[in-house]
T-cell receptor, first 115, second 115 residues
Framework: GNSVTQMEGPVTLSEEAFLTINCTYT??????LFWYVQYPGEGLQLLLK?????DKGSNKGFEATYRKETTSFHLEKGSVQVSDSAVYFC??????????????FGKGTHLIIQP | NAGVTQTPKFRVLKTGQSMTLLCAQD?????MYWYRQDPGMGLRLIHY???????AKGEVPDGYNVSRLKKQNFLLGLESAAPSQTSVYFC??????????????FGPGTRLTVL
């Protein structure tokens, strides 16, 4: 079956530091990959996505590249802000079901940015 | 355009009581999903639906029932609540054949406590 592994944290950084959250996956075929963000007390918001190998998803200064050869989708940001403090989830969906299957999530990484 | 909405936001039940969670979407999406979020577990799929009148089991369906009588609504029922069902419940929808089938949009969640 499908699975997603990500660093769980908490990850604590100072403002303006460089961020990397690692995500690796196991899946059959060519899944679509996602990063979702959850701010305290809120639901999940789509942060970025990539649908095929070597695609780079980007949004709000965050980036992630779909690496098929290493089955990875690491999230990066060059300079984090206090407002980036949240829980980040890496997720995938298989393409064999035409999108009907649910997302498979990692356990989430709690990111804390200190001023 | 409200996106995905969930009712209620919070609920406390006693063991053995029943309740129904309502999810509504106004994006004309074909696919709808129910997930539960538990600490350190990420999100896990309970049930999903690929269209009006259809439902299917996800990863953790036991103790739950669902119905999709109208395209825009997806109901999650607990017939006899147990403390193990204490969780945060998220509904999501995706475009299916009418849009991107792989990108899911989430509601704000329902926090359920079973005593």
């Amino acid at each position: 079956g499908n699975s997603v592994t990500q660093m769980e944290g908490p990850v604590t950084l100072s403002e303006e530091a460089f961020l990397t959250i690692n995500c690796t996956y196991t899946a059959t075929g060519y899944p679509s990959l996602f990063w979702y963000v959850q701010y305290p007390g809120e639901g999940l918001q789509l942060l970025l996505k990539a649908t095929k190998a070597d695609d780079k998803g980007s949004n709000k200064g965050f980036e992630a590249t779909y690496r098929k050869e290493t089955t990875s989708f690491h999230l990066e940001k060059g300079s984090v802000q206090v407002s980036d403090s949240a829980v980040y989830f890496c997720a995938l969906i298989g393409r064999s079901g035409g999108g009907a299957d649910g997302l498979t999530f990692g356990k989430g990484t709690h990111l804390i940015i200190q001023p | 355009n409200a996106g995905v909405t969930q009712t209620p936001k919070f609920r406390v039940l006693k063991t053995g009581q029943s309740m129904t969670l309502l999810c509504a979407q106004d994006m004309n999406h074909e696919y709808m999903y129910w997930y539960r979020q538990d600490p350190g577990m990420g999100l896990r799929l309970i049930h999903y639906s690929v269209g009006e009148g259809t439902t299917a089991k996800g990863e953790v369906p036991d103790g739950y029932n669902v119905s999709r009588l109208k395209k825009q609504n997806f109901l999650l029922g607990l017939e006899s609540a147990a403390p193990s069902q204490t969780s945060v419940y998220f509904c999501a929808s995706s475009g299916g054949t009418s849009g991107s089938p792989y990108t899911q949009y989430f509601g704000p969640g329902t926090r359920l406590t079973v005593l």
